[in-house]
C-alpha cells in the first residue's frame, strides 16, 4: 500500500474561493476541501463540487494530497458528492458520521460502481472515516477492517462529546480514552490515526499541549482548522535531528551486533532489541518522507 504524510489534514470550505487559494499555498499535507459542515446552506454544496472539480482540474492542488469531505449516506448528496468528484487529482474522500463498518462496506461498493462504469481502476480512490459517535469509537477497529480503501481514520471530538451527552473539559480528560481507543484501533489494523481539531486555534500554547499527548498515544497528525496551526503541528509529527541522528546509530550498533553473533546491541544503558530496530526504521522512513514532500511553488 502506498505510504502518505498525515501530519496535517487541513479543513477547507470548498465552496469559498479565498479559503481555497490560502489553501492552496499553504504547507499542509492533505486538504479536507469540505462539503459538508461547513457548507451551508444547502445550495452552496453544488457550487463547493463545481469549485473542487475546476481547482483540481486546474492543478492548484498539485502539491497536496486531496480527499474531500463528503456527506454521509442518509444525506441525499453522497451520490452526487462522489459521481462528481472521482477525478484525476482526488486521492479519496473523507466519509463523516461512520458509525459503523456497514457505513465504509456501503461507500466502498459505491465507490466500485462508479470506478467500473468510468473506467477507472478498481480501489483508486481511497477513504479517511471520521469517528465522531460513541458507537464510532467503539466499532473504529471494525470500520478501519471494512474496506481496503481505509488508509486513515480520524477523531471528530465536538460531535464525540455531543453524543455522549458529556463535557468537553479544558484539560480534555473527557476525550482521552476515546482518543487513545482510536488510536489503537488504526494501528492495529495498519491504518493512520489523526487526533482530533484543536478547537481554540489561537491558543498555541494549548495547541502544543494537545499534540504532546497525541504524539504518546501514537498518533500520526491531526485534524486542522487555521493554518497558523502548522508549524507547530508539523515540529510534532516529524522527526527532529536528535531523533534522526539516533535512530541512525541504532541502525549501525544493532547491524554491528548481528554480525558479531549478538541478539542485541546496547547504546547507553538501553539495550537495542527488535522493537527499537523496527521504530528506528520508521523514524528515518517518516524523516524521508517530509524531507521529498512536494514544496508549493
Same mark, same amino acid.
Given at each position: 500500500?502506498?505510504?502518505?504524510?498525515?501530519?496535517?489534514?487541513?479543513?477547507?470550505?470548498?465552496?469559498?474561493?479565498?479559503? #481555497?487559494?490560502?489553501?492552496?499555498?499553504? @504547507?499542509?499535507?492533505?486538504?479536507?476541501?469540505?462539503?459538508?459542515?461547513?457548507?451551508?446552506?444547502?445550495?452552496?454544496?453544488?457550487?463547493?463540487?463545481?469549485?473542487?472539480?475546476?481547482?483540481?482540474?486546474?492543478? +492548484?492542488?498539485?502539491?497536496? +494530497?486531496?480527499?474531500?469531505?463528503?456527506?454521509?449516506?442518509?444525506?441525499?448528496?453522497?451520490?452526487?458528492?462522489?459521481?462528481?468528484?472521482?477525478? @484525476?487529482?482526488?486521492?479519496?474522500?473523507?466519509?463523516?458520521?461512520? *458509525?459503523?463498518?456497514?457505513?465504509?462496506?456501503?461507500?466502498?461498493?459505491?465507490?466500485?460502481?462508479?470506478?467500473?462504469? $468510468?473506467?477507472?481502476?478498481?480501489?483508486?480512490?481511497?477513504?479517511?472515516?471520521?469517528?465522531?459517535?460513541?458507537?464510532?469509537?467503539?466499532?473504529?477497529? @471494525?470500520?478501519?477492517?471494512?474496506?481496503?480503501?481505509?488508509?486513515?481514520?480520524?477523531?471528530?471530538?465536538?460531535?464525540?462529546?455531543?453524543?455522549?451527552?458529556?463535557?468537553?473539559?479544558?484539560?480534555?480528560?473527557?476525550?482521552?480514552?476515546?482518543?487513545?481507543?482510536?488510536?489503537? =484501533? =488504526?494501528?492495529?489494523?495498519?491504518?493512520?490515526?489523526?487526533?482530533?481539531?484543536?478547537?481554540?486555534?489561537?491558543?498555541?500554547?494549548?495547541?502544543?499541549?494537545? #499534540?504532546?499527548?497525541?504524539? +504518546?498515544?501514537?498518533?500520526?497528525?491531526?485534524?486542522? #482548522?487555521? /493554518?497558523?496551526? #502548522?508549524?507547530?503541528?508539523?515540529?510534532?509529527?516529524? /522527526?527532529?535531528?536528535?531523533?534522526?541522528?539516533?535512530?541512525?546509530?541504532?541502525? &549501525?550498533?544493532?547491524?554491528? =551486533?548481528?554480525?558479531?553473533?549478538?541478539? &542485541?546491541?546496547? $547504546?547507553?544503558? *538501553?539495550?537495542?532489541?527488535? /522493537?527499537?530496530?523496527?521504530?528506528? *526504521?520508521?523514524?528515518?522512513?517518516?524523516?524521508?518522507?517530509?524531507?521529498?514532500?512536494?514544496?508549493?511553488?
Amino acid at each position: 500500500m502506498m505510504k502518505y504524510l498525515m501530519r496535517s489534514l487541513m479543513f477547507v470550505p470548498a465552496h469559498n474561493d479565498r479559503l #481555497l487559494s490560502a489553501a492552496s499555498r499553504s @504547507d499542509a499535507d492533505v486538504l479536507l476541501l469540505d462539503i459538508e459542515d461547513s457548507v451551508q446552506p444547502v445550495e452552496n454544496k453544488q457550487i463547493a463540487r463545481d469549485k473542487i472539480i475546476q481547482w483540481v482540474t486546474e492543478g +492548484k492542488f498539485k502539491y497536496h +494530497k486531496v480527499f474531500p469531505r463528503i456527506n454521509d449516506r442518509e444525506s441525499g448528496q453522497l451520490l452526487r458528492d462522489v459521481h462528481q468528484l472521482t477525478i @484525476d487529482g482526488v486521492d479519496g474522500f473523507m466519509y463523516p458520521k461512520a *458509525k459503523s463498518g456497514e457505513d465504509i462496506y456501503f461507500i466502498d461498493k459505491l465507490l466500485d460502481t462508479i470506478e467500473y462504469e $468510468k473506467g477507472i481502476e478498481i480501489g483508486t480512490f481511497k477513504l479517511i472515516p471520521l469517528i465522531e459517535t460513541a458507537a464510532a469509537v467503539l466499532n473504529a477497529q @471494525d470500520i478501519c477492517k471494512a474496506s481496503k480503501r481505509v488508509v486513515a481514520i480520524a477523531f471528530g471530538c465536538e460531535d464525540f462529546v455531543t453524543d455522549l451527552q458529556g463535557i468537553h473539559d479544558d484539560e480534555h480528560e473527557s476525550i482521552f480514552t476515546p482518543r487513545a481507543m482510536i488510536a489503537m =484501533a =488504526a494501528r492495529a489494523t495498519g491504518v493512520i490515526p489523526v487526533d482530533t481539531v484543536h478547537i481554540k486555534v489561537h491558543d498555541l500554547e494549548d495547541l502544543e499541549v494537545n #499534540l504532546k499527548t497525541a504524539k +504518546k498515544l501514537g498518533f500520526e497528525g491531526m485534524l486542522i #482548522l487555521n /493554518p497558523k496551526e #502548522l508549524t507547530l503541528t508539523h515540529q510534532y509529527f516529524s /522527526p527532529d535531528e536528535q531523533e534522526v541522528e539516533d535512530a541512525r546509530e541504532m541502525l &549501525v550498533l544493532y547491524e554491528e =551486533a548481528q554480525k558479531q553473533g549478538k541478539g &542485541v546491541a546496547v $547504546k547507553g544503558n *538501553k539495550f537495542i532489541g527488535p /522493537p527499537m530496530v523496527l521504530a528506528a *526504521k520508521k523514524t528515518l522512513e517518516k524523516y524521508d518522507m517530509v524531507k521529498n514532500k512536494p514544496k508549493c511553488s
